[in-house]
């Protein structure tokens, strides 16, 4: 008498075979089987066998796979299907390894390896057909979906993929500025974004208006600078605007166009009022100064 069991969770053929040579009529014979942990087939039933290896239900290690022995085949159908993948944000850029797991009606769970993985949207560049998933750049914080399908059943997961880099987005990838600035006035891939671009036409490029906080699409809003005040021999008062908290300005003069050194003027007094400000040189001590402001801002 042959011993029909099952070697590994998931042989739902044994019994689709029993069943296609059953149909004629309910019989089922008798077969010796001499092939202890491989598969046999008399032309009729193909096996599973074991030669008890298996002797017992064994879980795997994490739980998610369950083997069952001297059970003839094993009938169950997929409740779900599952993607198990990273359960916190991921890097951008970065690849990462899905798996999808059905979840079955017999509360076993078993890897689907033939699953078919497609990309779903946000930040994803490609998915293989083992589940490897290559993420895309961004320009913030953002997700990737990815979907799988597996029989009948089909699942989704959103994967939080964090910006890290802010200068390494599609066409404004480390040109100085910003990506989020770039996408937010001109959209995700113009070449009026460009650094050097002034397509507001004030003059001021892009990589200025970044710098100097102001909108590179209004012509009337640019950064400006001028003497405001001559105070006697010595003062002169300089006006910028607009000035914001989170930039840092210098006064620097030479008092030649053309030539020398531009220095900074020390023991200026800085005084904001509302976006406007008013930087005193108190040592303006030449017949003639030039001045030019110097904008940090790390972003
Ligand atoms: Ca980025
Ligand atoms: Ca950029
Ligand atoms: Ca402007």
Do not use: H
């Not at 969770?9 to 089922?28: E, S």
């Not at 994967?159 to 987005?169: G, T």
């Not at 001028?226 to 021999?233: F, K, P, T």
């Not at 200026?268 to 400000?277: E, H, I, M, Q, S």
Request: charged share 15%; aromatic share 10%; net charge negative.
């Amino acid at each position: 008498m042959g011993i029909i069991t099952s070697q590994q969770f998931g042989k739902v053929g044994v019994l689709t075979c029993l069943a296609a040579n059953v149909a004629a009529g309910p019989v089922l014979s008798s077969f010796s089987f001499d092939a202890g942990g491989g598969t046999a087939s008399n032309g009729i039933i193909r096996v599973q066998t074991s030669i008890g290896l298996y002797g017992e239900i064994l879980t795997s290690g994490d739980g998610d796979n369950v083997i069952k022995s001297g059970y003839i085949g094993r009938i169950f159908d997929i409740d779900k299907l599952e993607i198990q993948g990273p359960g916190g944000p991921v890097p951008e850029g970065s690849s990462l390894q899905l798996s999808a797991v059905a979840i079955n009606d017999d509360e076993t769970r078993s890897q689907c390896i033939s699953a078919n993985w497609v990309p779903l949207g946000g930040a994803v560049d490609s998915v293989n057909t083992d589940g490897w998933v290559q993420l895309s750049t961004v320009y913030q914080d953002t997700q990737a979906v990815v979907g799988a399908s597996c029989s009948d059943r089909s699942a989704e997961k959103a994967i939080a993929v964090l910006d890290l880099q802010r200068d390494n987005f599609g066409v404004y990838a480390f040109d100085g500025i910003w990506d989020a600035w770039q996408i937010a006035f001109f959209g995700p891939a113009n070449s009026n974004g460009a650094p050097d671009a002034d397509p507001d036409g004030d003059g001021q490029a892009n990589m200025f208006e970044f710098v100097a906080g102001t909108s590179p699409l209004e012509r009337s809003d640019f950064f400006q600078f001028e003497i405001q005040q001559l105070g006697g021999a010595t003062s002169r008062v300089l006006r910028l605007v607009p000035a914001f908290p989170d930039r840092t300005y210098k006064i620097k003069r030479r008092p030649n166009l053309l030539a020398g050194d531009w220095t900074v003027c020390a023991g200026a007094l800085y005084v904001t009022n509302g976006l406007d400000l008013l930087v005193t040189d108190t040592a303006a001590t030449n017949a003639c100064n030039f001045y030019r402001a110097v904008i940090e801002y790390a972003w």
